[in-house]
């Protein structure tokens, strides 16, 4: 006996193939669940902090060439209204190269916590923040405050290690820059935070897999 199914049939199953089929997202960064944040800076401070290790997992992820689009930017606020009266914002950044010289790959909006716990401090539409990479690469998460939010983050001092700048540091506002001459590399703490991504399929390889899948679905089985 054989069987045809229907083309509308056939564009249902592909459609949940494609999005069963589809990466996953990458987080980058300590977590924002970190365990072990009972503390945060001193407030009235702005920081620049990029996650180089902890021991609770690698907070950097190395990706594929390709082009990734940051879902969301997470954190864990501790004692926002204590101290720093809630003042400060913070800014999500991702960047690549190595303790105490780095290069933006990308730097998202300013955000302003209102509560304590763990949050979503920015989620982004599909493919409105992305960035490109020509080759494999580690990608290192990274955040800085302003206007004195320096005791906004939460941070475990018994986790890994950050490369730390307090007030006087350059803020970076985009792609492309270079940020350095970091006061404290190296400095023995974790923040807790996390920058998720995921890969964006390139058109020609989703169509190609889109034909192939129906060609196959719409075949004539016995």
Do not use: C
């Not at 307090?166 to 820059?177: D, E, H, I, K, V």
């Not at 400095?187 to 399929?201: S, T």
């Amino acid at each position: 006996m054989k069987t045809t199914m229907s083309l509308a049939a056939a564009m249902g199953t592909l459609a949940l193939t494609a999005t069963s089929a589809q990466a996953a997202v990458t987080s980058i960064g300590p977590g924002a669940d970190l365990a072990g944040t009972t503390i945060a800076d001193t407030p009235g401070v702005d920081r620049l902090n990029i996650a180089l290790t902890t021991d609770v997992g690698t907070p950097f992820a190395n990706l594929a060439a390709g082009t990734y689009s940051v879902r969301d930017f997470q954190l864990n606020v501790f004692n926002h209204n204590t101290g720093d009266s809630g003042a400060g914002t913070i800014a999500p950044m991702l960047l690549t190269g190595s303790s105490g010289s780095w290069t933006t790959l990308w730097v998202g909006d300013d955000f302003d916590p209102t509560s304590d716990g763990v949050q979503t401090a920015a989620a982004y539409g599909a493919g409105v923040e992305t960035f490109t990479l020509g080759a494999a690469t580690d990608v290192y998460g990274g955040m800085f405050t302003k206007l004195g939010g320096g005791n906004i983050v939460a941070i475990n001092l018994s986790n890994g290690s950050t490369d730390h700048d307090a007030n006087g540091y350059t803020a970076p506002t985009g792609a492309g820059q270079t940020v350095d001459g970091i006061s404290n590399t190296n400095l023995g703490r974790a923040y807790a935070f996390e920058i998720n991504v995921e890969p964006v399929p390139e058109p020609s390889t989703t169509a190609l897999l889109g034909l192939g899948g129906l060609a196959l679905i719409l075949r004539r089985r016995k």
